[in-house]
């Protein structure tokens, strides 16, 4: 399928993509639903073409359960058709002449709803936090200098006192922290080497996706997460290296455990990028 960016698509036509994706739902149920026959006659063709392993108890549990998960389907496909947003789309797509099959699809617009749905509420948690002051920033720094951290800052001071851009480095990760308009952005230190980004640009452009941070203080203790870059395993799949042979990058900050004797900070969870679609 064709892919679709956010950025691309104008606001009055956002209501049209989320019909797009319940439409696209409903189609991919009825799919579903065309199998279900299959799913209950077919443990009886495999009886009738192996009849010397023939087990009644097993054939039946196998009817049963196609028959179970097709009333499923079905009643689900029910709900989706009955659904008001639903109604006027089909009735206006009766009148005209559809394409069949899954080509009917050239994207997906179930999952680019999901991203919009996603994206709105980055944009609005981005709106609510407000901007750290030129003073905030620089009491962070000074209270980040005074306490031992294993993330490492180098500033940039100059003849007006700017602190920024600022080198941050923890283990073999070396990135450039900016202060901007209404944001940091964060970047690699290291430049470009190759076709194959190091690990250092990989980690600043997850950290550069929206939201972007405003809050200088949770933006150091995220890249202080990194420490445990070469062992903190996905939260999702368990693994270290994922279906696309990348590194858990994201990290996802949670409330720590009651019993946890270290009350500082949050807990950070490592998670691929690919766990998190």
Not at 8 to 28: F, G, V
Request: charged share 25%; with cysteine.
């Amino acid at each position: 399928m064709a892919s679709i960016v956010i950025e691309d698509i104008h606001p009055e036509d956002i209501a049209l993509y989320e019909a797009l994706a319940l439409t696209q739902q409903a189609h991919s149920l009825l799919n579903i639903v065309r199998g279900a026959p299959s799913n209950i006659i077919g443990p009886l063709r495999e009886a009738c073409s192996t009849p010397q392993q023939i087990q009644p108890q097993e054939i039946a549990y196998k009817i049963s359960k196609g028959a179970q998960k097709g009333r499923h389907d079905i009643q689900e496909l029910k709900q989706r058709l009955n659904d008001d947003r639903i109604k006027p789309l089909l009735k206006e797509a009766s009148n005209a002449e559809l394409v069949q099959g899954y080509d009917t699809w050239t994207s997906d617009y179930l999952s680019l709803a999901k991203k919009l749905i996603a994206n709105k509420t980055a944009q609005s948690q981005t709106r609510d936090i407000p901007f750290d002051t030129t003073n905030e920033a620089t009491t962070i720094l000074d209270n980040f200098a005074n306490s031992e951290h294993e993330l490492t800052l180098k500033l940039t001071t100059d003849e007006y006192n700017n602190s920024f851009p600022l080198t941050a480095k923890i283990g073999y990760l070396k990135l450039v922290i900016d202060r901007g308009d209404n944001a940091y952005s964060v970047q690699s230190a290291h430049p470009p080497n190759g076709r194959v980004p190091s690990l250092s640009q990989q980690v600043a452009e997850v950290v550069s996706k929206p939201p972007t941070s405003k809050r200088l203080s949770e933006l150091l203790e995220m890249l202080e997460a990194y420490h445990d870059i070469d062992y903190h395993r996905c939260e999702s799949c368990h693994s270290m290296i994922g279906t696309d042979f990348s590194y858990p990058l994201i990290r996802k900050a949670v409330p720590k455990p009651e019993e946890d004797t270290d009350t500082s900070g949050q807990k950070w969870l490592a998670y691929h990028e690919a766990c998190m679609r």
